[in-house]
């Protein structure tokens, strides 16, 4: 089993920048595919970044690339989501993932390959 445990969230403007985390415990982190997706009001739930468990890949959604930046800190089991230029769509209630299994960028953007969801922190973006 692992917990994961979502912080960071927050009020900011549009165009701020807000840093989640995600503290996993429970079995070793380090090798867990780890990721972040999350889900607006009256949407689905939908991927924004991942990385793989050795941390040499990153892969983004196409609303997130550029802006965002997954990364991980394997001493401090810690999966980081950096969040800059933020608009007004990204509003939503942002989810931890570990899992294992994916491969490529369309494989992270599936939640099949998760095992493990966090309960989520809220990110709302005002003008």
């Known amino acids: 089993q692992v917990q994961l445990v979502e912080s960071g969230g927050g009020l900011v403007q549009t165009g701020g920048s807000l840093r989640l985390s995600c503290a996993a415990s429970?079995?070793?982190?380090?090798?867990?595919?780890m990721g972040w997706f999350r889900q607006a009001p009256g949407k689905e739930r939908e991927f924004v970044a991942g990385?793989?468990?050795?941390?040499?890949?990153?892969y983004y959604a196409n609303s997130a690339e550029g802006r965002f930046t997954i990364s991980r800190d394997s001493a401090k089991d810690t999966v980081y989501l950096q969040m800059n230029s933020l608009k007004l769509e990204d509003t939503a209630v942002y989810y931890c993932?570990?899992?294992?299994?994916?491969?490529?960028?369309?494989?992270?953007?599936?939640?099949?390959?998760?095992?493990?969801w966090g309960k989520g922190t809220l990110v709302t973006v005002s003008s």
């Open positions: 429970g079995r070793s982190f380090s090798s867990y595919d």
């Open positions: 990385i793989n468990w050795r941390g040499r890949n990153q």
């Open positions: 993932a570990a899992g294992s299994g994916a491969y490529s960028g369309r494989a992270y953007s599936s939640p099949a390959w998760v095992d493990y």
